[in-house]
């Protein structure tokens, strides 16, 4: 009942023994991921609560058996931290970190798909759970369940919003994409990985203004998801010509807009709620 992240997943933390990295590994680990190691190559040799602190990814995964990796790493250290992730053959490698250059992310996302193809979720982007399994980044473990509900999503506090007004039917897999210009995974590549999940029934689906991407989801609906999706797009009363939060938040002229949004997802059978509650309400009608 999961994409890309299971009860089985090895994980490891990039910037272990930062702030940030060590807080979210300890509470990875409370709920109930397998964090086999970290990496800092000033701190190679020790451990944080235990879990042992490696030079280098490669390092990690052979002594590990490791199979994602979650970057708390620096912006300016992102995309060298991205790089040695996809040298050493990492199959996902989480992005968390805000404020990536986007011509970094531009470089080790083409890096990826030209060495062998890791999965990047990110940058900018809170990570993704599969509810009492694993749970791979910063999103809150216990405000759902387990359940046949996959949901994808631009922005992270709605993904917990929508988390939270579902979780008396639980979620698959829940992936927060992030909401950069410059994605490694994208609401494309989570309705194909759901459509293919036979434990996953239904999807939401969470854009918001700016470029292109719920319009092409759109069209892959159309082509190729039999499976019920509700959606729903952030920034309805958002000022015309503004950036909006996410640096992929711009809006040109029509182009980029949730009525267009929400048009061209209507247009192939996707119900679209006005606000968060409203589409979960959708959900738990389409699945309760």
Known sequence: MAIW?????????????GSEGTKHTRRMVASGTNVVGGVNARKAGTDVDGIPVFATVAEAMAETGADVSVGFVPPAFSRDAALEAIDAAMPLLVVITEGVPVQDTAYFFNYAREHGGTRIIGPNCPGLISPGQSNAGIIPADITGPGRIGLVSKSGTLTYQMMYELRDIGFS???GIGGDPVIGTTHIDCLAAFQDDPDTDAIVMIGEI???????????????????VVGYVAGFTAPE???????????????????AKAAALEAVGVRVGKTPSETARLMADLVG
Do not use: Y
């Open 5 to 17: 992240l299971t009860k089985e997943s090895k994980v490891i933390v990039q910037g272990i023994t």
């Open 173 to 175: 897999t829940c992936v």
């Open 210 to 228: 700016g470029g292109d991407a719920e319009e092409r989801a759109a069209d892959f609906i159309k082509a190729n998801v039999t499976k019920p």
């Open 241 to 259: 010509g503004k950036t909006m939060g996410h640096a992929g938040a711009i809006v040109s002229g029509s182009s980029g807009t949730a009525a």
